[in-house]
């Protein structure tokens, strides 16, 4: 949905930046919706958590964005860069 809105958490905030993603981009993987349900917890007790998978445009950055779907909003969780190692800082 296009006009789904996206709630960005502190610590994706925080991963985004150390890792060099903007929200452009990871909007970008979660509206192509790649899951891998090898890495989803479906069963959460908050909630269904989904692993959407892809590479951005912009920088060919293989990313792992985890997502928890709720009723007014898509919350973004956490956002992993799945190839590089990027030395970050504490994201509480």
Known sequence: DPSAKFYF???ARCR???R????EEAK????RADVNYNKSD???AEGPKYALEGITSIDKQHVRIIVAPKQRH????TVIDLEN?????SCK
């Open 85 to 89: 190692e990027w030395q970050c800082p």
């Open 74 to 77: 898509l919350t973004i969780l």
């Open 16 to 18: 985004m930046k150390c």
């Open 28 to 31: 970008e993987i979660v509206r």
């Open 42 to 44: 479906l069963d959460a």
């Open 9 to 11: 958490t502190k610590h």
């Open 20 to 23: 060099h993603i903007t929200q």
